[in-house]
């Protein structure tokens, strides 16, 4: 039986787009994770799928998110993070302990969490590019030392008792949605045209891809490094303030280890911890696919012990797919 040529096209154009789909599916396949996931839980919880609970998710993801963006920048560097969850706590008591002696202006709260995350950032960054140590050691010992200045500052215990005033950071709206959200939004998309729109971001990659190659080029490597360490201070220390106006108290405690999950979340979303490969947006997935396993896992009532092994296997499994996904991709 011989073949015409309308049917060799056919099969042609069969392929092509067979492989123009296959090459979508590969580049987003996140979103497609994403997506199963969602239907998952919206199949088995009615509760899920409604808007008071996607409010919730983004509610739970707004604090997290803020480290998350700035655990990316940092690893974008080829760097790591391991002090963003004791920053935290270091500022959230900052901003607890000024509350509770300079009274109902909630502007002093503010600048002591953004104070203290910076401090903390400015040391790392100093430490990792005028000092040249790795990036793993240095933030580990500032892991243990804002640790331990939390509670310093509360002398070993949580510091209640703030005013009402307090809980604004947490727990104000605008435009429906509440500060946290509206500031991840922003931040998300500004961080987002930073990367990838200008001269910041492509030496933030530079310095990731090759270093050296970078500092040849010109690029001031050494700036590069303090800079990403110390927005992720900040950001760490916004989150810090978050999370503590929400409850209206001030914990020692708070975000220990959410700097795992901060990495998690930008690895899941597809940057490479060698440096020099990923996206804001890809964090922005990240983060979010977290947090909806997170709130999934609660809506069907399973055991927190069996929530962190599911989750655990379904973050293996996430970044497995997604190295999988680069391959194939080259």
Known sequence: MSTTN???VS???TRRWTSLIGDLLVRHIMIVVMLLIVAFFAYRSARFATADNMLTILIAAAPFALIALGQTLVILTGG??????????????????????FGDNPIFPLLAAVLAGLVAGAVNG?????????PFIATLGMLTLASGIAYVIGNGAPINGLPSTYGMWANSGIGGFTIPVVLMIVAIL??????????YGLRVYAVGGNRLAAEIAGVRSRGVLFSVYLIS??????????????????????????????????????ASLMGGRGTIWGTAIGLLL????????DLLLVPSYWQNVIK???????????????????
């Not at 100093?126 to 790795?134: A, E, G, K, M, T």
């Not at 977290?290 to 896992?297: F, R």
């Open 190 to 199: 500004a961080f987002a045209f930073i990367m990838r729109r200008t001269a």
């Open 290 to 297: 977290i947090q909806t396993i997170n709130n999934g896992l």
């Open 80 to 101: 790591i993070d391991l002090s963003v969850g004791s920053v935290i706590a270091a500022s959230a008591m900052a901003a607890a302990w000024s509350a509770k002696h």
């Open 126 to 134: 100093l430490v990792v590019s005028r000092l040249n140590v790795p």
């Open 312 to 330: 655990g296997v379904i973050i293996v499994a996430a970044v497995t797919v997604d190295v999988w996904a680069a391959k194939r991709s080259k």
């Open 11 to 13: 099969t042609q154009d």
């Open 233 to 270: 201070g900040l950001l760490a220390g916004l989150s810090g303030l978050m999370l503590s106006s929400r409850v209206i108290t001030g914990a020692p405690n708070l975000g220990q280890g959410y700097e795992l999950d901060a990495i998690a979340a930008v690895v899941i979303g597809g």
């Open 6 to 8: 309308a049917d060799v």
